[in-house]
């Protein structure tokens, strides 16, 4: 399951956007640091309007998005890789997640108390991003103390220490593992790590009601910080979208257009968060139910029938393929096929975003 972590200092809106990301959850939003120890967890749809579309082709009787799981993890403060405010353990639940989502506060409110006395997005991303930096570094001179010594004999000992020697450096100019240009042989030596510096990011840009639509001077400095390390900005208003969960369904695009905005933050946040995990979306549909598979870029078919069901994957034939636009444009399965549009797949075939499956196999 595909698990993104919500994190920053306390008091920024943390436990806020996850209540309105999981509508059921039941996180405390309270004004004080520490509010939320124990990290919350909560299944969220990943938004995709070709599932209606499919499903109206079909006729489907049910319609399965595909989701993402969201955890609120508790405030970080400068020390937390020194074990402040609880870090140890805040840090643990961070190595869990496969993307970390930074909320960063750009409003201004009186009765929300910031731990530092006063609003500056570049010294908070900063704090977070520096014990993030020295937790990995912690992590990678742990190893290269015991690596150090099979160096002296052994040769993969010796290719990690050049491994960990260069993302130690790094962590101590103060760069995320992020920003180094590792490849995949690299990656062996670091992936059992969990290395935090070295997931996924996405800056998340909490803004007031009022400046949803138009951003400020703070949110304009967390896209500065973003611009060099190459991540992503998206602006939200926490407390719009808790707003937005207590409205009929059908109000809730006339209160965003008042407010100058076409949809809700949330919505840009679960796609880019999705985006960002390098994650494909294939279809299946038909009579009974239209459903979003989730699978990684370059899986092979029988790879991406086995996100459905293993036997699927060691029975498969083939994969009756047809692209999304040219079922669309077809109207109908029968009508693609009709125009030579659908094709058989063998277990060569690399699947593509918005394909339309139908798999053929052995019980």
């Known amino acids: 399951m595909l698990r993104a972590g919500i994190v920053g200092l306390p008091n920024v809106g943390k436990s806020t956007l996850f209540n309105a990301l999981v509508a059921n959850a039941q996180a405390q939003a309270a004004n004080f640091p520490f509010c939320t120890i124990e990290p919350n967890k909560g299944m969220v749809s990943v938004p995709d309007p070709r599932l209606d579309v499919l499903t109206q082709i079909s006729d489907s009787e049910d319609t399965v998005p595909t989701r993402i799981e969201f955890v609120d993890i508790a405030g970080l403060v400068k020390g937390a890789s020194k074990g402040e405010g609880l870090g140890n353990q805040f840090l643990s639940h961070i190595r869990q997640v496969d993307a970390i989502a930074q909320v960063v506060r750009c409003f201004e409110n009186d009765d929300i108390i910031h731990v530092a006395g006063e609003i500056g997005p570049t010294r908070d991303i900063e704090i977070i991003n520096l014990e993030l930096v020295l937790a990995d570094l ?3 001179e742990r190893r290269m103390d015991r690596v150090r010594k099979l160096a002296r004999s052994n040769k993969d ?5 050049v491994v960990l ?4 450096e790094s962590l101590n100019d103060g760069k995320s593992v992020r920003q180094l ?13 969990e290395l935090l510096t070295l997931k996924p990011l996405i800056y998340v840009a909490n803004v007031s009601e009022d400046e949803l639509a138009t951003g ?7 896209r500065g910080v973003a611009a060099a390390e190459k991540a992503e900005v998206v602006v939200v208003s926490a407390q719009v979208e808790s707003e937005l969960i ?5 109000e809730r695009a006339d209160f965003l257009e008042s407010l100058g905005v076409e949809e809700g933050g949330l919505q840009s946040l679960i796609r880019a968060t999705y985006d960002l995990l390098g994650l494909r979306t294939y279809f299946t549909t038909g009579p009974k139910e239209t459903r979003a598979w989730t699978i990684h870029s370059g899986m092979t078919a029988p790879q991406a029938a086995g ?4 036997d699927f994957e060691r029975g498969f034939i083939r994969a009756e393929t047809v692209a999304y636009n040219d079922l669309v444009d077809s109207g109908s399965m029968g009508g693609a096929k009709e125009k030579g549009l659908v ?10 975003e918005g394909d339309v499956l139908l798999f053929r196999f052995n019980v």
Do not use: C
């Open 216 to 222: 400020n001077d703070w949110v304009e400095q967390v």
């Open 157 to 161: 000992a010796q290719t990690e220490m």
């Open 246 to 250: 207590e409205l009929p369904e059908e």
């Open 165 to 168: 020697e260069k993302v130690a």
């Open 307 to 310: 996100v459905i069901h293993t």
């Open 181 to 193: 240009d590792l490849d995949e042989d690299d990656m062996v030596f670091l992936k059992p790590l």
């Open 138 to 140: 912690g992590q990678i």
């Open 343 to 352: 094709r058989s797949e063998g277990k060569d075939y690399i699947v593509n």
